[in-house]
């Protein structure tokens, strides 16, 4: 699976952004799907994660309540629906594909197989 992440760009706080998450080849569907950022001398940080179905998601606690994730398997496809943004959701935007054959949401950056080149989102204060 090749992920490419897009949307990202430059709004002011309170503003929202919708990144997308595309991805060749046919087994998108079989994958669940995670968001994870990182910012400029920080860690990498989970954001999001969803089921192979879109029925399960998990979120990071700085994102609960603001953000929203989901895909469209037949569009390959998955989406950070982002609201209420503030400076501190400034970063560089990940997606990744963890292949595995469980149901449990992965929260860890190593559990994932395949990772997009990210997307640089940056909030204005």
């Known amino acids: 699976v090749q992920l490419q992440a897009s949307g990202g760009g430059l709004v002011e706080a309170g503003d929202s952004l919708r990144l997308s998450c595309t991805a060749s080849?046919?087994?998108?569907?079989?994958?669940?799907v995670g968001w994870f950022r990182q910012a400029p001398g920080k860690e990498r940080e989970f954001v999001a994660a969803i089921s192979r179905g879109g029925g399960s998601k998990s979120y990071g606690d700085a994102v609960k309540g603001r953000f929203t994730i989901s895909r469209n398997n037949g569009y390959s496809v998955s989406f950070l629906q982002m609201s209420s943004l503030k400076f501190e959701d400034t970063a560089v935007y990940y997606c990744a594909a963890d292949r595995s054959k469980t149901t449990t949401l992965n929260d860890d950056a190593s559990g994932y197989d395949f990772w997009g080149q990210g997307t640089q989102v940056t909030v204005s204060s």
């Open positions: 080849g046919r087994t998108f569907s079989l994958c669940k």
